[in-house]
Each structure stands twice: as structure tokens, then as C-alpha cells.
């Protein structure tokens, strides 16, 4: 995929058909994302769009809906970096909370009985938020007594511009991380939500860009996300289904330039042209976005005027620039069945997965499958195993058998592709398939587990299991039709769908 020609931009017409550049399949950012700062110009310093020349073009930076940002609080734990020697872990409890752009730590009351106080000042602390600051992806570590805990890094993302070989020594970007902080969460929902009010502290904070910015190579990186919730029955069929799109930028662009994006909008198009029968021709077909909200780099009052989304864009930072819901049209690519039964006083749990239609999977790949079939709590000890090194969690290989040191007289589990293993954090199993192999194989799972006294029983249960998967492309039809930006400047696209399946197990139960 190569990027656009570095010639003027021509006029809507012609841009429309060649400015678009999808690349679902091959590597969004030839290294890692970055941004250049030359420290030999002038000095900078740090001032808002108020302040510069952006208010006299009209720039208006309000978002067009401002809802309230309730402050949201948890329990959780931080990773000291010189622990003290009455601090028996590595991970101390804390209060932590978001408000106004700021995280917020503060001694837990579960501090007291486990460790006693610790003055801290590196660790009860207020970090103010930055266009900068970013979340890492969540991993497992080790906690107490063997148990695991989830990391996030709270992270601030610094840039260089330097030249590559690969790239016949043009510049290229190259990201610099710094940890600030590693919070550890004992729960996942607590984690989700730590992650969706992260995000939407970020989206609400002023816009402010760094006087004599400068680059050898401007490049402007959109991407087109598509975050698909689906509803299914025991047996594959679709009940319910809704999208939600967003779109993220990352601009490394010399000075200050306006950027107009064009969407395949219905309202847009109509307000641009007034002629409803291009409604039906073109390469995309044009959709309705509902409930738009835009970010505060986007001049609100030319958006409600014309939908074009005009903005000057935050430097280097990967900012979320609008948030909206589509209607979806596209059936997901993958077909999956889910069933819980109850026989011979033996509860099997199986599943099936398998490509709804042929597909290209070269073009369009299936990547990060995984299914989670939740564990209700009185069926948990059956899913553990003694060995000389203490409890172990069952699990099962591609091949379909168990390890040798992780065995279960009571329960059995196997699996004709990837990996199948009890998580007691998540409290499920998770079949992890990774990668979609070749689009006419079907993976199979099976779980079977003894009833014994004591156990919940099935007939009571309403459980889901829960399917993620990412592959190319847009559900609902969401397009970027045209950028426009005042620089010349290379410009790219990508689109991706994350699919999240709810697949019901209870209608189908059998009993003997």
C-alpha cells in the first residue's frame, strides 16, 4: 500500500476517488507511531487555540454534547517501585479516582490492617492528564499467594523523527514510552471502567499545540473503528445487533493546518450538494450517523451547519475525533454455537466455530479469536487440580489432550484448535484460537464436568458465552470519502471491525 502523491491537493471530485488508502491487512504505522519535535528551533511554549491566530478564522473548540463527567472511584492497587521493608508485596491497595482530567491516588482504608501507613509522596499523588498519556494493553501478573492480578500502565508517549533504512532513508516515527504509573485491578469490570473513564477525560480536555512545531515528513493517520455487540442464540442466529464507530487521528503535521474530513454521511451529503439521487450512486453507499459527539479540536458550528468535520488536530497524539452510532448491515463473518447440557449427572458445555461464507482470509483476516464460557462459583473447584506445586487450573491443547502434571478425575476438556484453560481471575474458561487458519475448518470445544454435591444446578443457570475477534473492513458502512488538509501531507486510512459476541447456552438445555 503506498501512500498518496505529495503533489497540491486537487479539487472534491477527483480527491474523493483516490485519497482513500486501505491497508486492513498490512501494517498501519511502518514502525511504530511517533511524533518530531526539532529542539534546535525557536522556543516553544505551550499555548491554547484561544490564544493564537485559530480563534480569528472562527474556530470554535466546544464539543456540540458535553455530558456531565461524573466522577468514578476504585479500590484498587499500585506497584510500588522502592518497596519499604514492613510492605510484605510489591502491589499496595490504594483509592483511585478520575475527575476533571485528573487521576486522583489516595491511601485505601484496606491499607491499614495489611501493611500500616505508608507516607508516600511518589505514590499518593494527583497526575494531571495530557493528549500524551496513554493506557498500555492489560497483562497478568503475579500476586499473593499465588493468585494473579491484572496491570495497566498509565504511560506517556513521547516522539522522535529519524531516518529508516527500510525506507530508502526517508524519516520515519519512532515511539518513546515512559511508565508514570502501573495500577493493578483485582476485578475486570472495575478495569473496564477505569478504561472508558480514562478515555472520555481525555476526550473532554482543552486543545493546546506547541508554537514552531515542524516535521520533514507530514503524515495524518486515520482510523475507522468499529465496535460491533451482537446478540445470538444457542444455535448462531442473530437477535439483537448494534455498532458504535469512532474515529482516531494521529496527525504529524508542520504548523497549525486546517483539516476537513468528508464522511459518507446522508445529512452531509445532502447539505453539500442538495441533490438526493447521489444519495445512491458512488463507491460507498452514504449511512446515518446518529448521536454524533466531537471532540473539542473540531469546530462545532461548522459541523452543524454543513457535517463536514472541520479541525485543527492535536499534536502527535492519537486523539479521538468523533464518536457515533450506525446502523449495522453485514452479517458477522463467523458463525458460532454455544450449548449447556445436563446428562447422566454430567454437565457438558461444547461449542463450535466456523466461517459463515468463504472468505479471502489472506485479505480479510480473523485475528485474536477467543471465547469465554463463564463458570458458575459452586463449579469452580472442578476446574482446579493438585500437583507437587500446588493448585493448577485444567486446560487442554490443540491436540485435544491434557498436560501431564495439570489433570482432573472431574473434569475434561478438549479442544480441535488453540488453547482451552480455566482462568480462576475470570472466573470462566477461554478458548484462545488466535489467528482464523484456513475458512472451510471448524474448531470444536467441548467441556464435560462431573455433578457432585454441592454444585448449582444447571436448570437454574442463565449464562452467555462471550466471543472477540477483530478483522478488516467497516459492519455498518462508515466511510471517510475525502480529507482535505492545508499542507501537503500523506494520508491514511484504515478500517477494522472489533466484533463482540453475547451467545445464549440456556434455551437449548436437555435433562434425561
Not at 485528573?102 to 495489611?114: D, Q
Not at 450538494?273 to 471532540?295: A, C, D, Q, W, Y
Request: aromatic share 10%; net charge positive; hydrophobic share 35%.
Amino acid at each position: 500500500m503506498s501512500p498518496s502523491d505529495t503533489a497540491s491537493l486537487p479539487d472534491y471530485k477527483s480527491l474523493h476517488t483516490s485519497v482513500e488508502h486501505v491497508h486492513g491487512d498490512l501494517p498501519f504505522r511502518r514502525s511504530q507511531s511517533v511524533r518530531l519535535r526539532q529542539r534546535h528551533m525557536q522556543p516553544q511554549h505551550q499555548t491554547s487555540y484561544d490564544d493564537t491566530e485559530l480563534l480569528k478564522r472562527g474556530h470554535n473548540a466546544t464539543l456540540a454534547t458535553d455530558p456531565a463527567s461524573a466522577p468514578t472511584q476504585w479500590n484498587v492497587h499500585v506497584k510500588l517501585r522502592n518497596r519499604p521493608n514492613r510492605v510484605i508485596s510489591n502491589w499496595f491497595p490504594v483509592f483511585l479516582s478520575v475527575e476533571n482530567g485528573v487521576i486522583s491516588i489516595r491511601e485505601s482504608i484496606h491499607a491499614l490492617p495489611v501493611s500500616g501507613r505508608l507516607d508516600d509522596p511518589d505514590i499518593f499523588k494527583d497526575i494531571i492528564l495530557q493528549h500524551l498519556h496513554s493506557l498500555s494493553e492489560p497483562t497478568n501478573k503475579r500476586f499473593e499467594n499465588g493468585a494473579k492480578i491484572t496491570q495497566l500502565k498509565l504511560q506517556q508517549v513521547s516522539y522522535l523523527e529519524r531516518r529508516t533504512f527500510r525506507r530508502f532513508f526517508m524519516y520515519q516515527h519512532v515511539t518513546r514510552r515512559l511508565t508514570v504509573c502501573k495500577f493493578g485491578f483485582r476485578d475486570l469490570n472495575q478495569l473496564k471502567e477505569f478504561q472508558e473513564a480514562f478515555n472520555n477525560a481525555l476526550r473532554h480536555l482543552p486543545v493546546t499545540r506547541q508554537q514552531g512545531v515542524a516535521y520533514h515528513a507530514n503524515e495524518v493517520f486515520v482510523d475507522v473503528k468499529d465496535h460491533a455487540h451482537i446478540l445470538m442464540s444457542c444455535d448462531g442466529a442473530v437477535l439483537e445487533r448494534q455498532s458504535q464507530n469512532r474515529i482516531l487521528v494521529q496527525a504529524y503535521l508542520t504548523g497549525a493546518p486546517e483539516c476537513r474530513l468528508l464522511l459518507n454521511d446522508v445529512e452531509s451529503i445532502l447539505k453539500q450538494t442538495g441533490n438526493s439521487s447521489l444519495l445512491t450512486t458512488g463507491i460507498s453507499k452514504p449511512v446515518h450517523m446518529e448521536r454524533p459527539e466531537i471532540h473539542p479540536c473540531v469546530d462545532s458550528q461548522q459541523f452543524r451547519e454543513t457535517r463536514d468535520v472541520v479541525f485543527f488536530p492535536v499534536d502527535g497524539a492519537r486523539f479521538e475525533l468523533i464518536r457515533c452510532t450506525v446502523e449495522p448491515h453485514l452479517l458477522p463473518p463467523v458463525h458460532v454455537s454455544a450449548l449447556l447440557e445436563f446428562r447422566d449427572n454430567t454437565i457438558y458445555i461444547s461449542s463450535a466455530i466456523y466461517v459463515r461464507r468463504r472468505m479471502n482470509l489472506r485479505a480479510k483476516p480473523i485475528k485474536n479469536l477467543a471465547l469465554k464460557f463463564p463458570i458458575p462459583p459452586s463449579w469452580r473447584n472442578a476446574f482446579s487440580a493438585e500437583t507437587k506445586f500446588g493448585k493448577r487450573s485444567v486446560r487442554s491443547t490443540s491436540r485435544g489432550s491434557f498436560r501431564r502434571n495439570v489433570k482432573s478425575s472431574s473434569c475434561r476438556v478438549t479442544s480441535s484448535g488453540g488453547q482451552a484453560k480455566y482462568i480462576p481471575e475470570l472466573g470462566c474458561v477461554v478458548w484462545e484460537i488466535g489467528t482464523y487458519q484456513h475458512s472451510t475448518f471448524q474448531y470444536n470445544f467441548m467441556c464435560e464436568v462431573d455433578f457432585r454435591a454441592g454444585m448449582q444446578n444447571p436448570a437454574g443457570l442463565e449464562i452467555c458465552a462471550e466471543v472477540e475477534y477483530t478483522v478488516p473492513g467497516s459492519s455498518s458502512g462508515l466511510s471517510v470519502r475525502a480529507l482535505k488538509i492545508d499542507r501537503k501531507a500523506e494520508k491514511w486510512v484504515r478500517y477494522e471491525i472489533l466484533y463482540h459476541y453475547k451467545v445464549q447456552m440456556y434455551p437449548e438445555l436437555a435433562y434425561d
